[in-house]
């Protein structure tokens, strides 16, 4: 089984490389696919009723680094309740380093800080909370009671992708250093009945 609160073991490497919109908010189709439809910092998920909204957050507050408002190498994909906790904080660039080096989530839904990089993202998240240890217990613990009760139905329901996959093909930016990302888009890989059922 997919395991929802697994980081990543090595760094994200960029998919798409949209340039030269006049928001940042107009990159959030890019960035829904780009990390999965999950929060690059907490990875939930869009589908679960526990989280929040999403939102389109600087790696480098823009009170700091104003000229990277709207630079796609600097804008991540998060939940509403991570966005407001990083605030114009400094974390480490999922980019950069691998999460999955870092935090550790147990089955109890408890997290483990690995080193330095994971104990600044703990801390500044607040990551081992007791709501949001109690609320990632309880996912972990309906996933695995429906791999226990082979409910594929709620497997896919919880672990599967969103229904409005983003067709990038129709978001044009000024320009796009890495077009080739748009055929190994979500949408795309759907189009050609690519997309695993879970993820």
Known sequence: ?????EYPRSPHIRQHGPDGFATHES???WLRDEFCFRCV???HREK?????????DHLVPVS???DLRCRYTNLLYVCRRCNNLKSDLRIPDPCSIAYGSCLRVNEDGSI???????RTLVLVLRLDRADRVQQRRLIIETLIDAQ?????????EWLGFPEDLDDLRKSRPPANDRLEGIEESWFSRR????LPEIY
């Open 27 to 29: 990159y959030r189709p």
């Open 112 to 118: 483990d800080a690995l080193n330095k990089e994971g």
């Open 191 to 194: 189009e050609r009945g690519a």
């Open 148 to 156: 226990k009760s082979a409910n594929v139905r709620l497997l896919r």
């Open 1 to 5: 089984m997919v395991d929802a609160f």
């Open 64 to 66: 700091e680094r104003p």
């Open 48 to 56: 679960w009723p526990t989280t929040s909204a999403f939102e389109v």
């Open 41 to 43: 910092l907490c990875l």
